[in-house]
T-cell receptor
Framework: DVKVTQSSRYLVKRTGEKVFLECVQD?????MFWYRQDPGLGLRLIYF???????EKGDIPEGYSVSREKKERFSLILESASTNQTSMYLC???????????FGSGTRLTVV | EDQVTQSPEALRLQEGESSSLNCSYT??????LFWYRQDPGKGPEFLFT???AGEEKEKERLKATLTKKESFLHITAPKPEDSATYLC????????????FGAGTTVTVRA
């Protein structure tokens, strides 16, 4: 089975801090994604990457950046955390058309 | 822009009481429509993919159907363990593997 691992389940950070969220997949997939999930809004795409060092903005990239130095690892960076970035962050890997995505367990980030 | 609307937002069922969840979508060329199940505090888990109108998929008490404008997830004789949030997503044939998600339907099944 494909495994997508997010390094932290819960994080509490202070306003203005630089925050790194890490995601690792074990199936050599080209495509990886970062979403945030908020009540009533569903999942919204922040960034995705289709190859090492390649990235594309999603629907809500403001305040975020990403890094993909190795194929298996896709990092989301909050340059200067703000309270409106408190959310559940979900990383996903592209399994193939049949399965859509495989998701990690999520990181619940609270910015105080 | 691709749009996905799920209804109702929440559904409370008695054990054994069958019901349906709706997913209405607008997409320029459908590559696939996906159903996921999400338990509290966890990431979504894949349930079904549907590709063309008229297609149906079944898994235990769940059955997904697809028309040109909407999909239904039917839950037959639900059990408490079917309680979860069910997410619908579409993938357009023109995009780079991106999925557009609905806000989800939270199902609670009481014993």
């Amino acid at each position: 089975d494909v495994k997508v691992t997010q390094s932290s389940r819960y994080l509490v950070k202070r306003t203005g801090e630089k925050v790194f969220l890490e995601c690792v997949q074990d199936m050599d997939h080209e495509n990886m994604f970062w979403y945030r999930q908020d009540p009533g809004l569903g999942l919204r795409l922040i960034y995705f990457s289709y190859d090492v060092k390649m990235k594309e903005k999603g629907d809500i990239p403001e305040g975020y950046s990403v890094s993909r130095e190795k194929k298996e690892r896709f990092s989301l960076i909050l340059e200067s955390a703000s309270t409106n970035q408190t959310s559940m962050y979900l990383c996903a890997s592209e399994t193939g058309t049949y399965y859509g995505y495989t998701f990690g367990s999520g990181t619940r980030l609270t910015v105080v | 822009e691709d749009q996905v609307t799920q209804s109702p937002e929440a559904l409370r069922l008695q054990e054994g009481e069958s019901s349906s969840l709706n997913c209405s979508y607008t997409v320029s060329g459908l590559r696939g429509l996906f159903w996921y199940r999400q338990d509290p505090g966890k990431g979504p888990e894949f349930l079904f993919t549907l590709y063309s109108a008229g297609e149906e998929k079944e898994k235990e008490r769940l059955k997904a159907t697809l028309t040109k404008k909407e999909s239904f997830l039917h839950i037959t004789a639900p059990k408490p363990e079917d309680s979860a949030t069910y997410l619908c997503a579409v993938q357009a044939s023109s995009n780079d593997y991106k999925l557009s998600f609905g806000a989800g339907t939270t199902v609670t099944v009481r014993a």
